[in-house]
């Protein structure tokens, strides 16, 4: 089994920036496809960004040049570095793992991440 914890949301300040982390543990498969994901208040979930081991695979084209997925292999996490952020990428932040063969998808417990205007 794969268990994920996230970190790193809080609010900050239209403009501001922060970083979340989410670590792996178990028995995590160098290449499955990690990412992140946000739900808004009302609004249905929605990718952000994904990597495969060092390959980036995808942004939100809400987020491409403000965002940055990166993953440190050796630890098994996974960072979202997020920059100019808006009020509008105000959401809960969900880490994913999923797994091509066998079949093994799992989601992080999410971190709220609030901007303020």
């Known amino acids: 089994q794969v268990q994920l914890v996230e970190s790193g949301g809080g609010l900050v300040q239209a403009g501001g920036s922060l970083r979340l982390s989410c670590a792996a543990s178990g028995r995590v498969f160098r290449f499955a496809t990690m990412g992140w994901y946000r739900q808004a208040p009302g609004k249905q979930r929605e990718i952000v960004a994904r990597i495969m081991s060092g390959t980036i695979l995808n942004y939100a084209d809400s987020v491409k040049g403000r965002f940055t997925i990166s993953r440190d292999n050796a630890n098994n996490t996974v960072y979202l570095q997020m920059n100019s952020l808006k009020p509008e990428d105000t959401a809960v932040y969900y880490c994913?793992?999923?797994?091509?063969?066998?079949?093994?998808?799992?989601w992080g417990q999410g971190t709220l991440v609030t901007v303020s205007s």
């Open positions: 994913n793992y999923n797994q091509a063969w066998p079949s093994v998808e799992v």
